[in-house]
């Protein structure tokens, strides 16, 4: 059944459909992650990251937005992956909707068993923000990528990627940002995909500047604006593996190399060099198995070239999708001799309980994202990468679907601005509440040991506690809905995590709740990181009287 843009159209402006704003707002973020502008595939209800998907069916997704308008300020909505199943007396300050996603036994949690049972219309695959609705589009993952490569550039070019060259994979939802992020930083972005339209919207959306069809003159403007100190992204239409060997063959070897394919989905969001795109959409329905062959040597040959360019002098990092664990079940031994981003740049901003905090004004008018722009701008004047990012957020960063903003703030930080926002509403600043949210690649909200808590320094990596004591504290706090999810990121069998999302309606019982989840929710990650013997999250923990220690002493 093809997404029917009017029936679907998310809600704007003042006026409420559901019995109350946080009901309300629920079904705007639920809506507005299927928006065309905002959705990778809303004919499929796929909002981003290979399957991600924001309802189960359409008939799961008319059942949802009918209960959430039904639903009182005393009640909780209960999803289960994708499926509206209950509707349960809770109290005010409880979570209006409780969301699992994905959840699989340990033992049977692969993506075989996960696919027996999505055919059997039992399962859907959350991804991160895309079942727990706070998907904003790629300016959602833009910060948190160009947090990373400002970490790279400040780590190994002097503060600035200008006259370097920089190449990755994938103009997907979340890879989308890649280019931009580079851009940003004054790099050079050149980058593969194998799918003219995610190229074209790209550049529609202005999160890309180039398009070329051809590698060798991709690779050659690439140079070019590399010589002359010129930031430029350029998508060129090919598989990334094509890419790097002719990369290789040409012996360009490039500053930072990464890949943002969807190799955690091996059936649904990678496709291999041996296929084109049309070939690939017949032989996955035809022949998964032999689909899955070409998929795995097609990682494993891709991680091969991508060691290769890091031995001619590339630093190559992995960009989360899991390629790595990819080539090595397909037989590459040395697949993990380059870190994943997070232990090489990522973790540090962590243990200050530093993560993508993130809003959007549910009154639909970007005057209001500029009027959170300026009290965030004026909260944390101190906070210099911070001013950077909004000023060349509010230039570059063309809005999808609700007008919506991302800064990465710490421990203190979230609760400041949450309660600022509760103003704004309160006093009219803005037309209609905010909604406050996260990705779950937080600094607590996650256990993925190849990503977000790989290395860690005790060696908890697999240890799933946390995620689960975050959700379970989110609820206690009374955040607005709370999801626990499974295989985010890097697919069935590898990660479990969390999401929360808090609305900011202007009322004193907002006020208090944004207080509470607003400091318990990045406090998980100061205390896991703490935990786990980090300096920094130590520090934090006492400064901010989350140490268990200092309380009890
Ligand atoms: P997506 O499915 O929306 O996009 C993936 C893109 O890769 C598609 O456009 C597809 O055409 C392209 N592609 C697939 N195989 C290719 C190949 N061999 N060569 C060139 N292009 C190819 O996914 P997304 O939301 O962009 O996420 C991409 C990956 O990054 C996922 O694995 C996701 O889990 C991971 N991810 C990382 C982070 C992070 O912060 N590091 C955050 C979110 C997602």
């Known amino acids: 059944m093809p997404y029917d843009p009017t029936r679907y159209k998310t809600?704007?402006?003042?006026?409420?459909?559901?019995?109350?704003?946080?009901?309300?707002?629920?079904?705007?973020?639920?809506?507005?992650?299927?928006?065309?502008?905002?959705?990778?595939?809303?004919?499929?209800?796929?909002?981003?990251?290979?399957?991600?998907?924001?309802?189960?069916?359409?008939?799961?997704?008319?059942?949802?937005?009918?209960?959430?308008?039904?639903?009182?300020?005393?009640?909780?909505?209960?999803?289960?992956?994708?499926?509206?199943?209950?509707?349960?007396?809770?109290?005010?300050?409880?979570?209006?909707?409780?969301?699992?996603?994905?959840?699989?036994?340990?033992?049977?949690?692969?993506?075989?068993?996960?696919?027996?049972?999505?055919?059997?219309?039992?399962?859907?695959?959350?991804?991160?923000?895309?079942?727990?609705?706070?998907?904003?589009?790629?300016?959602?993952?833009?910060?948190?990528?160009?947090?990373?490569?400002?970490?790279?550039?400040?780590?190994?070019?002097?503060?600035?990627?200008?006259?370097?060259?920089?190449?990755?994979a994938g103009l997907g939802g979340m890879g989308g940002a890649q280019p931009l992020a580079i851009t940003m930083n004054e790099g050079v972005a050149l980058i593969a995909e194998v799918e003219e339209w995610r190229i074209d919207k790209r550049i529609e959306t202005r999160y890309l500047d180039k398009k070329l069809t051809d590698i060798d003159a991709a690779i050659d403007l690439a140079l070019e604006a590399k010589a002359a100190g010129q930031a430029l992204s350029i998508g060129v239409l090919c598989n990334a593996v094509d890419l790097l060997q002719k990369l290789i063959d040409r012996k360009v070897v490039p500053d930072t190399l990464t890949d943002q394919t969807s190799a955690h989905d091996p059936l649904i969001g990678y496709i291999p060099n041996t296929l084109t795109v049309q070939q690939a959409n017949v032989l996955r329905e035809k022949n998964p198995e032999e689909y899955l062959r070409q998929s795995y040597a097609g990682m494993r040959l891709h991680v091969e070239l991508l060691l290769k360019l890091q031995q001619m002098g590339a630093i190559t990092f992995d960009y989360g999708n899991n390629i790595r664990a990819r080539a090595q079940e397909a037989g590459l031994t040395n697949a993990f001799d380059f870190p994943g981003f997070v232990p090489a740049y990522i973790r540090p901003l962590f243990c200050e309980g530093k993560g993508p905090f993130r809003w959007a004004a549910l009154s639909g008018d970007p005057a209001d994202i500029a009027v959170t722009d300026e009290v965030i701008g004026a909260l944390f004047p101190e906070n210099r990468s911070l001013q950077r990012w909004l000023r060349l957020a509010k230039e570059r960063i063309a809005f999808q679907g609700l007008p919506a903003r991302i800064c990465w703030l710490g421990q203190g930080e979230r609760e400041k601005a949450g309660q600022a926002f509760n103003e704004l509403v309160r006093t009219g600043r803005v037309k209609a509440p905010i909604v406050i949210g996260r990705d779950h690649l937080d600094t607590g909200s996650v256990a993925s040991p190849n990503r977000e808590t790989e290395a860690m320094l005790d060696g908890s990596d697999a240890v799933a506690d946390w995620p689960l004591l975050n959700a379970l504290v989110n609820t206690a706090g009374g955040a607005s809905w709370v999801s626990l999810h499974h295989g985010g990121g890097v697919g069935m069998g590898y990660s479990i995590h969390a999401g929360m999302v808090i609305v900011a309606d202007g009322t004193p019982e907002a006020a208090a709740r944004l207080s509470r989840v607003l400091r318990n929710d990045p406090g998980m990650g100061v205390i896991r990181h703490a935990d786990a013997g980090y300096d920094i999250a130590r520090d934090q923990a006492r400064q901010h009287r989350l140490d268990i220690n200092d309380r009890l002493r």
């Open 11 to 168: 809600p704007t402006g003042n006026q409420l459909q559901c019995k109350g704003w946080i009901q309300e707002a629920a079904l705007r973020m639920l809506l507005n992650n299927l928006d065309p502008e905002v959705a990778e595939r809303p004919d499929d209800l796929i909002v981003y990251g290979g399957r991600g998907k924001a309802a189960r069916n359409f008939e799961a997704l008319d059942l949802i937005i009918k209960a959430l308008k039904d639903l009182e300020d005393d009640e909780s909505l209960l999803i289960q992956s994708g499926k509206p199943v209950g509707i349960l007396r809770t109290h005010p300050d409880a979570p209006r909707v409780l969301i699992s996603n994905s959840q699989l036994v340990p033992r049977w949690a692969t993506w075989e068993h996960f696919e027996e049972l999505e055919k059997k219309g039992l399962m859907m695959y959350g991804q991160m923000t895309a079942g727990s609705w706070i998907y904003i589009g790629s300016q959602g993952i833009v910060q948190g990528t160009y947090e990373t490569y400002a970490a790279a550039a400040d780590k190994d070019f002097r503060g600035t990627l200008k006259g370097t060259l920089n190449v990755t």
